[in-house]
């Protein structure tokens, strides 16, 4: 019952993320289609160029607007397959765990170990080193640590480029704005002082278009690098719960193997009946006594 309340929480924030990025796509298209028209300005004639926010962006296409754009794409796929992967269902199945809980109980130590090896979920991973570590179990625990470090790392890691990608956002958008600038003044020194203020204007809200984008795309990629670093974390500290509550099943049977091999040198180091000892050498008489 706890797992289901878990899974029907985390289905209700990804339905809340959505309707949010639902959202955000709609305001952004709603801005980009009225940008030029909210300021009160007659439409532009038929020989003028179009004053949209998209419009803008688009018609001013350089190696930062295509940097952002690739960084956009990749971000967004990382969002999604993040999203799809780090699920209860899929990152800890519920069938999988009740099935290596049957073969423990069933004492299929062989199968278990072939279970393991070829599953792709964080318990069966956390547990196939720990069993082919056995019998001792210091050893079994130490290799299930390892484990679990190893695979959080790396569950940690497939979510730090959204955090790259946010940072990189803001950093491009002023680096576009600053060469956007550089060439607005560039025009005023060329026209000695003289420019169009019109032109001056259109050039530098083509700079600033820059920072739109690289808020735009780092605003989303570390919003979400914030709920999945929150989601993994979660996941990975259930998961190393679960496969050290497997564990302890498995030391009973486990302990219980060194006992008797090692209650064989107390049995031969014993008297046993019917043999008899060597007698002990009997010491010279020193010459005192004599």
């Not at 190696?63 to 999203?83: D, P």
């Not at 679960?242 to 014993?270: D, W």
Request: charged share 15%.
């Amino acid at each position: 019952m706890p797992v289901a309340k878990r899974s029907s929480y985390s289905y209700s924030k990804r339905r809340i993320a959505l309707l949010v990025a639902m959202m955000a796509a709609t305001a952004f298209t709603v801005a980009s289609t009225s940008f030029g028209q909210s300021t009160g300005t007659p439409p532009p004639a038929s020989g003028d160029q179009p004053t949209g926010l998209l419009h803008l962006i688009l018609g001013h296409m350089d190696f930062v607007f295509i940097t952002i754009a690739g960084l956009s794409v990749w971000g967004l796929t990382l969002i999604i397959q993040a999203s799809i992967k780090n699920r209860a269902s899929v990152f800890m199945p519920e069938e999988t765990t009740n099935q290596i809980r049957e073969m423990i109980s069933q004492r299929k130590f062989k199968e278990l170990i072939d279970f393991t090896e070829t599953d792709d979920s964080f318990v069966s991973k956390a547990l196939n080193p720990a069993l082919k570590r056995a019998p001792s179990f210091s050893s079994m625990k130490e290799a299930m640590e390892t484990a679990i470090g190893e695979h959080t790392a790396e569950q940690f890691r497939k979510i730090e480029y959204l955090n790259i990608i946010g940072n990189l956002g803001p950093l491009l958008g002023l680096l576009g704005t600053v060469l956007g600038m550089i060439e607005a003044f560039q025009a005023v020194q060329q026209t000695g002082g003289q420019a169009d203020v019109a032109k001056l204007s259109g050039g530098i809200s083509t700079a600033l278009t820059h920072t739109f984008l690289g808020l735009f795309l780092a605003i989303p990629c570390l919003a979400a690098f914030g709920v999945l670093r929150t989601i993994v974390d979660r996941l990975t500290v259930r998961g190393a719960l679960t496969a050290e509550e497997l564990l302890l099943m498995i030391k009973p049977a486990e302990a219980a193997k060194p006992s008797v091999g090692g209650a064989a040198p107390r049995i031969a180091a014993s008297p046993q009946p019917g043999v008899a000892r060597k007698p002990l050498p009997t010491p010279a008489p020193s010459a005192a006594s004599t």
